[in-house]
């Protein structure tokens, strides 16, 4: 039999770069979670700006962490 290679997980933690139309559905879904989805259910209004804050944030990290890519147009 032969053997097979063992893919690893890089051991450096990496961002990955994320498009500029992320953060703007972040923005865009908590605000509106915010006027129209929380006033209406307080439980899935609270949830959904949660997750669209953690969009947010994570759009952040990836602008201030990931790598640059030099792409040619």
Known sequence: MAKRKSKR???????V???GSFMASAML?????????YPKTFNFGVTFMFI??????AALVSMTKAPEINEKY
Request: net charge positive.
């Open 9 to 15: 997980a890089p051991r450096k933690w990496h961002a």
């Open 17 to 19: 770069p994320l498009k």
């Open 29 to 37: 879904g908590f605000f509106i979670s915010a006027y129209y989805v």
């Open 52 to 57: 669209f804050a953690l969009m947010f944030i």
